[in-house]
C-alpha cells in the first residue's frame, strides 16, 4: 500500500484533523487549495470547473516546482478569463427563469403567459370592482384591462393561424366599450349585462383559437378573490 493511501485509511479512522492532514500534504497542495477556494469564493467559476482545475493540478503536483509552477500560473490566467463571462452572466441575473433564455436574449412571453399574468386577474377585479359598485377603480380596472389588450396584440400580433389584433377588435372590443359607458353612467344593470359579454367574448376567442376548454366565467364570489385588496368604494377626498 503506498504512503498516500495509508494516510487516507488513518486518516478515515481518526477523524477531522487526520483529514486535514491527509488531504493537504505539503505547500503544494496547499496551494492547490488556495487557488481552488480563490476561484471558487472571489471568482465565482463553477464548482466543475474548479474540480477538473483542481484535479489536473493535483495530478502534476509532483512534477516539480517548474511545472507547478506554470500550472498555478495557467490556474490564475484561467480564471481571469473567465472573470468578464461572469460578470456579462451577473448582469443578466435579474428577473426569475432569465437564466433560462440565452444571455442578454429579452424575455418573449407567450400568448397562455399574457393572459395568466395580465388579462385574468383584470378581468377578475374589473368583476369584483362592478359588483361593488365601486365605480371609480372599476373605470381604473377597465382602462388597465384595455391597455392590456393593445399589448397582447403588439406582443403576440399571431397565434396559429389566428390574428390577434383584429380578433381582439371582433370580441372583447366592444363589450368593453359597453362597459365604458355602464361604468360613467354608474348603472349597474349595464355593467352586469356589458360584463357578461365581455365574459363571452372571453370565450369566443378562445374558442375560435381553438382553446375551447378555457372557459372564463363571471366571478363566483365577491371581494375574496383578493384578499389583500378591499374593492369597495372609498370616499372622496
Ligand atoms: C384574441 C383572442 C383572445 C381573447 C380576446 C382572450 N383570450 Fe384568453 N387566450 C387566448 C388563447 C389563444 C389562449 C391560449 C394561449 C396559449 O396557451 O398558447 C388563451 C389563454 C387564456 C388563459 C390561460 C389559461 C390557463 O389556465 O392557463 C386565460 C386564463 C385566459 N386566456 C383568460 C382570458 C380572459 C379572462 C379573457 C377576456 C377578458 C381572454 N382570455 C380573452 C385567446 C384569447
Known amino acids: 500500500m503506498s504512503d498516500v493511501a495509508a494516510a487516507r485509511r488513518d486518516a478515515g479512522r481518526s ?11 505539503g505547500t503544494r497542495d496547499f496551494a492547490i487549495g488556495v487557488a481552488a477556494f480563490l476561484l471558487l469564493a472571489l471568482w465565482s467559476v463553477p464548482p466543475w470547473l474548479v474540480v477538473i482545475l483542481g484535479a489536473a493540478a ?13 500550472l498555478l500560473l495557467a490556474l490564475a490566467l484561467c480564471c481571469a478569463a473567465t ?23 429579452p424575455y418573449h412571453p407567450g400568448l397562455g403567459e399574457l393572459m395568466t399574468a395580465f388579462v385574468q386577474p383584470r378581468h377578475t377585479k374589473l368583476g369584483l370592482a362592478g359588483a361593488a359598485q365601486n365605480w371609480a377603480y372599476a373605470a381604473y380596472e377597465l382602462n388597465e384591462l384595455r391597455e392590456t389588450f393593445e399589448d397582447v396584440g403588439k406582443l403576440v400580433p399571431k397565434h396559429g393561424n389566428l390574428d390577434i389584433p383584429p380578433a381582439i377588435a371582433s370580441t372583447v372590443a366592444p363589450p ?25 367574448a372571453c370565450n369566443a376567442c378562445h374558442q375560435s383559437a381553438d ?22 368604494p372609498q370616499p372622496a377626498k
Open 83 to 105: 472573470m468578464p463571462v461572469l460578470a456579462q452572466q451577473k448582469a443578466n441575473m435579474p428577473g426569475m427563469g432569465m437564466n433560462k433564455a440565452a444571455p442578454g436574449a
Open 58 to 70: 493535483y495530478r502534476f503536483r509532483d512534477l516539480g516546482g517548474s511545472v507547478m509552477t506554470r
Open 211 to 232: 382553446h375551447a376548454m378555457i372557459v372564463i366565467q363571471v366571478p363566483a364570489f365577491t371581494g375574496t378573490g383578493f384578499p389583500d385588496q378591499d374593492f369597495s
Open 15 to 25: 477523524g477531522r484533523a487526520a483529514v486535514w492532514t491527509s488531504a493537504i500534504f
Open 176 to 200: 368593453m366599450s359597453a362597459l365604458d359607458a355602464a361604468i360613467k353612467a354608474k348603472d349597474q344593470a349595464g355593467f352586469t349585462k356589458a360584463y357578461a359579454d365581455l365574459t363571452a
